[in-house]
């Protein structure tokens, strides 16, 4: 119902025609979580100090890399990075991926935009959050660490700690 509100408003504003937006969410349920995306924002998981990206990108970038082997230096070179290839509001309907995660005491879900996950390494990311218990200062360190390292988009992060 969202996804056709925006493509509906879009197709009203010649200028908004085209443009979409990603969006990621976890819901908790009785037997779990349920993890829903559409776009290149992500959900990741900390266990045990590893960190697992629980989504697969709807990116150009992505389509290439599956469809071949890029080597890194084609990936940090990819001219089209910012293109995604599943957005809410780009047609009148979309699909959404989904997955059930059966969370341990202690998980702690990092949900973030691509102007978080770009310029933050996943290494970063893990040392931030394993570093610091509280998840404001945590969410904060992270916000705080993508503009030190440029900052190019708009940088969101939400962090949710599985406690039984």
């Given at each position: 119902l ?6 509906e ?17 976890i ?12 776009g ?51 047609k ?6 989904t997955?059930h ?31 610091n218990?509280?998840?404001k ?19 969101t ?8």
């Amino acid at each position: 119902l969202a996804n056709l509100r925006i493509f509906e408003g879009a197709q009203k504003e010649p200028k908004l025609r085209g443009m979409g937006t990603t969006i990621v969410a976890i819901l908790v349920v009785d037997d779990g979580v349920l993890v829903a995306h559409v776009g290149d924002s992500r959900v990741y998981r900390i266990r045990d100090k590893k960190l697992e990206q629980l989504t697969e990108d709807h990116s150009l970038l992505n389509d290439y890399i599956k469809m071949r082997r890029l080597t890194p230096e084609e990936i940090a070179n990819f001219p089209h990075k910012n293109v995604i290839v599943r957005a809410l509001g780009m047609k009148d309907t979309v699909k959404v991926d989904t997955c059930h995660e059966q969370p341990r005491e202690g998980d702690v879900y990092v949900l973030c935009s691509d102007g978080l996950s770009g310029p933050v390494t996943d290494e970063e990311l893990l040392e931030i959050v394993v570093a610091n218990r509280d998840l404001k200062v945590a969410a904060s360190k992270l916000i705080e660490r993508a503009n030190e390292n440029g900052g190019p988009d708009n940088i969101t992060v939400v962090l949710a700690r599985w406690v039984a």
